[in-house]
């Protein structure tokens, strides 16, 4: 059994322990009856119900008194006779982490608000209306001292625009998971201040949060929300409107007050689950792990590094989907040689390859759906094979070969196999180098057929100046990610643009089928407030495994996927680089709505950096599985 979120975890420790009600329709099924007063059985003639009052707010103080409300339902009858069934119904409510029926009184709990529906039910027949429940708090800062006896005193001064505070971090726009852990906000604290309040509001949330600077930082500040405002926050607000941030500022005596521009923050309806596995530069070059479904982590954890290799640094790796297995290349390029390991017993699967000539050498890979298989490619020195090739999945030796994918002038290089395992989206080298450096790219794809696999179809051409690379399927397997990067005035070549942590990177989208529009995603490469150009290395996108819901209404959709970026983290300072890039990068996240896609619309979200990494080092080569296996001590 998967562990649950811990968000949800401790958001359902909470409300068991504040609520002072049954819990009626507490799972969200209006098919349950606990605590209600009818049967719900079925009334002869009954026509249709209406629920009063219709379409309420209530409002609570988050953690301390709930609020409640009297239902009753009218039938109305065959032949036009009405009259009160409110105690033959069972009434029920869609959100049960909101509030539970007695009888006929919903009963909210003290820590969420939000907007369900609640039914009552007599046989097949079901009336229904909508009831808001406002959430409000007025908080000190736990990590803030000294704070005056009353803050919100001071905020009743004069406004003034030299007072002004300024939210840095995180973009406008931006689209979290509810479940992500040490989520920060980043702001220049405007002329004389030292004391901030900080609102988040809609229709169902009024938080104030009253603060110092408690993380000074480049002449600005870094706030981090405790747990209990962050749940009141997400979970409230869980796939509902966005929310609007606004900074006051003053000083203590409230001589003057500031006010910033506002910023919006929404929150999906589902927590973002499954495994990521990535890599650092530090802890000698190990990959990370990170599971969005544990109770407990916070922080990646190290699962493997050199050890694993002889003592080689290992880097460019993939999981199989259900994340028993991982295929790692070792000693960068012109090696190929592989780690076919076990992910449960961290045992290999082969023997380390330490040949210099074998034709089972590889540098990027993806696994099939079942895990039986991985798609490799291998250009670098040595290499006869210059195609896209078929590897068995627990010994890693060559089965196939797809011929007509590449050639010896113009190999192949970063291939990604499709959740349905009907395409592999790979790129085709326009100027040859390595599998990891090379220049003028271009997107194509290869379909399974009753006979093998299709001729390549070209998705995104390539283009003299340009460089386009490292596709990734989406998890609906019906359009793709990649990256182009831009040369320098007349080249087709060279470290600006040759696909290995290029400034200039930036992510596109492509429907899979050849002669649709390239995309922009605009809003997940605009820069932050604090870069300084548009040359931020986004680069490397790889999905979420699964679809998830936008919000709370029946088909909207989501998919989350993470890339490698330079840009700046807030006020932090940009990571020291190599040879390739002056700035190093971190792991960033971001959701696109695929509807928009089919539409040919920009369908992403402004970025947000993954809390849980090393911000100390750069993080490259997010892999994603559906679950973490636990290593098996």
């Not at 002004?164 to 979290?176: E, F, I, R, T």
């Not at 399927?473 to 290995?500: K, R, V, Y």
């Amino acid at each position: 059994m998967r562990i649950p979120a811990l968000l949800s975890t401790l958001l359902a420790v909470l409300l068991l322990a504040s609520t002072g009600c049954e819990d009626g329709g507490g799972t969200g099924n209006p098919s349950n009856d606990g605590g209600t007063t009818g049967s719900g059985e079925p009334l002869p003639g009954l026509k249709s119900i209406s629920v009063e009052p219709a379409d309420q707010v209530l409002v609570i103080e988050a953690g301390k008194t709930p609020a409640s409300l009297t239902y009753k339902a009218t039938g109305t009858f065959e032949g036009g006779a009405s009259r009160d069934i409110t105690a033959q119904v069972r009434f029920s409510v869609e959100n049960g982490f909101i509030g539970g029926f007695s009888g006929n009184t919903f009963t909210t709990y003290k820590n969420q608000g939000g907007v369900t529906t609640i039914s009552a039910l007599a046989g097949s027949v079901r009336g229904t209306t909508q009831v808001s429940v406002k959430l409000q708090a007025s908080v000190k800062d736990p990590a803030s001292t000294s704070l005056p006896e009353d803050p919100a005193g001071p905020f009743a001064g004069p406004a003034s625009d030299t007072r002004k505070p300024d939210l840095v971090y995180p973009n406008d726009g931006v689209l979290m998971p509810p479940n992500m852990r040490g989520a920060e906000l980043h702001f220049l604290p405007g002329s004389g201040n030292t004391l901030f309040e900080l609102s988040f509001q809609n229709a169902v949330t009024d938080l104030k949060v009253y603060l110092r600077c408690t993380q000074p930082l480049n002449g600005g500040c870094i706030y981090r929300p405790d747990d209990a405002t962050w749940l009141w926050l997400t979970q409230t607000n869980r796939g509902g409107e966005p929310v609007s941030i606004t900074l006051r500022g003053t000083n203590d005596a409230g001589a003057q007050v500031g006010t910033s521009t506002p910023l919006s923050v929404s929150f999906a309806r589902d927590d973002l689950t499954g495994g990521l596995y990535y890599w650092t530069t530090s802890n000698d070059s190990a990959i990370m792990r990170f599971d969005f479904s544990s109770a407990s982590q916070l922080t990646g954890e190290k699962f493997a590094g050199p050890e694993v290799a002889a003592g080689e640094c290992i880097g460019c790796h993939a999981l199989s989907r259900d994340g028993k297995k991982l295929v790692a290349e070792a000693s960068g390029q012109n090696s190929g040689r592989l780690v076919l390991m076990d992910v449960a017993s961290k045992t290999l699967l082969a023997p380390y390859n330490a040949g210099a000539s074998s034709p089972d050498k590889s540098i990027f890979e993806s696994w099939n759906p079942d895990g039986s298989q991985y798609v490799g490619v291998y250009a670098d020195s040595g290499a006869t094979d210059f195609n896209l090739m078929l590897f068995d999945g627990n010994t890693g030796k060559k089965a196939q070969s797809l011929a007509g994918t590449g050639t010896s002038t113009n190999p192949v290089s970063h291939p990604d196999w499709s959740a349905d395992g009907q395409k592999i989206a790979f790129v085709k080298m326009g100027v040859k180098g390595t599998n990891q450096r090379f220049g003028k790219g271009a997107i194509q794809l290869v379909n399974r057929t009753d006979a093998g696999w299709s001729a390549p179809v070209t998705l995104a051409p390539a283009v003299d100046g340009k460089n386009r690379y490292y596709p990734a399927i989406s998890p609906d397997n019906m359009f793709l990610l990649f990256n182009e990067s831009t040369c320098p005035s007349g080249s087709t070549s060279g470290t600006d643009c040759n696909a290995d942590s290029d400034p200039s990177a930036r992510l596109f989208a492509v429907k899979a089928e050849a002669g649709a529009p390239l995309i922009d995603l605009a809003r997940a490469n605009a820069p932050g407030k604090r870069d300084t150009g548009a040359n931020l290395t986004s680069s490397f996108p790889k999905w979420a495994p699964f679809l998830y819901q936008r919000t709370r209404e029946p088909g909207s959709r989501l998919q989350w996927f993470t890339f490698s970026s330079s840009r700046r983290y807030g006020l932090r300072n940009p990571l020291p680089g190599g040879d390739e890039n002056a700035n190093g990068t971190l792991l960033w996240i971001s959701a696109v709505d695929p509807d928009k896609v089919a539409l040919g619309e920009d369908p992403s979200y402004p970025a947000l950096v993954l809390p849980f990494q090393d911000i100390t080092t750069s993080n490259h080569i997010a892999q994603w599985t559906k679950e973490i296996v636990p290593v098996i001590r």
